[in-house]
């Protein structure tokens, strides 16, 4: 792992909000925002990057993912900073493509330099493989730390039941997660407890959401997203807690759907991450994008006292 350029005293990271979360997930730009400031860990927004693809770029061409994100990774290089994302898709991704690329330059060089050749001509920096890919789940858990972030509760989580949702690619895109067991995570429940709340454990936390099967096996995919939803209710949770934007889409801005597709009524809240570990630091509600869900966080507010 490459060394890092982090001192204890102040975290800062080049930031990579990726595509969703400044559309149809406005929110989580918002609360990532919130969270950080409030954290005091500082984000230079890299305003020049591009979409990393989600996934489908390689179907076809994994060069062209690999040029696309090398460039991606290049911007954070140049400002000699780790790469943040708040998105499981995109550190899927562009952390995949970072491991992909840094054993090429090992073992063929000709490929890496290949890359470079065309970001010269667009007047880009090389990629170096200087830096690395980190979610804010792993910013959080392996630079801030946990006690750091227990220190910081202003209104502790007491009595609300999150039940996690890592999706796919946060977990077994990469072929080393330094931070947590794919199999078997507990980052995210680990959070949960720093900051008052109670975890829920359920079979689908870590499976897929459903979103890769929407746009062609559409009742497949709300089908597997009301399966986790009902899983998670079944265990007593106030709501699902996501790292992932597209997660999100497909479990909550969906979920009236989903709910038509079984044919049973839901309601259960889906939250970012940051926005329930901004609630915790005693963030307004109005900065974190709430009243953005489609299924209301009230429930969530009202047994918060917030």
Sequence with gaps: MPSSTLSPSILKYAYFPGCVAQGACRELYQSTQALTQALGIELVELKKASCCGSGTFKEDSQFLEDTVNARNIALAESLNLPLLTHCSTCQGVIGHVDERLKERQTSDPAYVDQINGLLKKEGCSPYKGS??????????????????????VTHKLTGLK?????????????????????????????????????????????????????????????????????????????????????????????????????????????????????????????????????????????????
């Excluded at 980190?134 to 220190?151: C, M, R, S």
């Excluded at 067991?181 to 689908?204: C, K, L, W």
């Design 162 to 306: 999150c039940a996690a949702f890592y999706g796919c690619y946060l977990l077994r895109a990469q072929d080393h997660l330094p931070y947590d067991d794919p199999y078997n995570p507990q980052s995210m429940e680990n959070v949960f407890r720093a900051i008052g709340a109670t975890p829920v454990d359920y079979r689908g936390r870590t499976q897929c959401c459903g979103w890769p099967l929407s746009s062609y096996a559409t009742d497949q995919s709300f089908k597997m997203a009301g399966m986790h939803i009902q899983e998670a209710i079944a265990q007593g949770a106030d709501c699902i807690v996501t790292p992932c934007p597209l997660c999100h889409l497909n479990l909550d801005s969906r979920q009236p759907e989903v709910e038509k597709v079984i044919g049973q009524k839901l309601g259960l809240p889906v939250l970012h991450l940051p926005q329930l570990i901004s609630l915790a630091l005693g963030v307004d509600p109005k900065e974190l994008g709430l009243d953005r869900h489609i299924v209301s966080t009230r429930s969530v507010l009202d047994r918060l006292g917030v």
């Design 131 to 152: 830096t690395e890919v980190k979610h804010l789940l792993w910013a959080i858990v392996g630079d801030y730390g946990l006690d750091a972030l227990a220190q910081k």
